[in-house]
């Protein structure tokens, strides 16, 4: 049996690490337009905040509930930058070692470049769910003050809240499922064709989590 040449296996891995990143980036674009969990979780907490508002007294109440929910964007956040910097650590020395060893002769590369995309692909990753984590610890922290003027708050205020609980709960939900995505990027540091496979896997698992309506047995 004839061995595969070489820039054939090159151009599949490239093509695995492309349609893995399509089809996560299409996945995602589609979710967004449709009635899943996440679009639920919205008009639910949107509804709390309503209840909070009619209710006077509350205010401990939703604001100890909002610190919980900083908390939790809070700790993603440190998790992530953790991650980004130990990634760092590690692909800075391998991307060096790839620049020298090209620059004293092609082809001498202990190092392939698709593996070195695969690792700068981690780190872009790592840094989006750490940049959605803090955004949605930053209007967490609004929100808690919003929350707080309770029956004093005015119409705009209310508007305001609504729109802040709104984007806290998309952020970090986007910073965790960012997170989820580093599976088949993980995957590929070992070998790039296994990306596409991954991000299928991926794809299918997280569209069962957004069902929109739970079964009838749940």
Do not use: C
């Not at 151009?11 to 995602?28: H, K, P, V």
């Not at 109440?61 to 908390?71: C, D, H, K, P």
């Amino acid at each position: 049996m004839a061995a595969i040449p070489p820039d054939v296996v090159e151009g599949l891995r490239w093509a695995s690490l492309g349609a893995g990143t399509l089809l996560i980036a299409g996945f995602e674009t589609f979710q967004r337009h449709r009635q899943t969990a996440r679009q639920r979780h919205i008009t639910m907490r949107e509804r709390w905040l309503d209840s909070i508002f009619a209710r006077p007294g509350q205010e401990i109440i939703a604001v100890q509930t909002i610190r919980n929910s900083l908390m939790a964007a809070t700790i993603v956040a440190s998790t992530t930058v953790i991650a980004l910097m130990g990634t760092i650590s590690l692909i800075g020395p391998v991307a060096v070692h790839l620049a020298l060893k090209v620059a004293v002769g092609p082809g001498e590369t202990a190092v392939h470049p698709i593996q070195l995309a695969v690792g700068g692909l981690l780190v872009a990753t790592l840094f989006t769910s750490f940049l959605f984590a803090t955004q949605s610890a930053r209007f967490y922290n609004h929100l808690g003050y919003l929350a707080g003027f309770g029956g004093h708050a005015t119409d705009d205020d209310r508007r305001q809240a609504k729109r802040y609980v709104a984007l806290a709960g998309r952020y970090y939900s986007d910073s965790l499922r960012t997170l989820i995505y580093l599976a088949p990027l993980i995957a590929g540091i070992l070998e790039p064709m296994a990306v596409v496979f991954g991000a299928g896997v991926i794809i299918l698992t997280l569209r069962w989590f957004d069902r929109g309506a739970p079964h009838r047995n749940d």
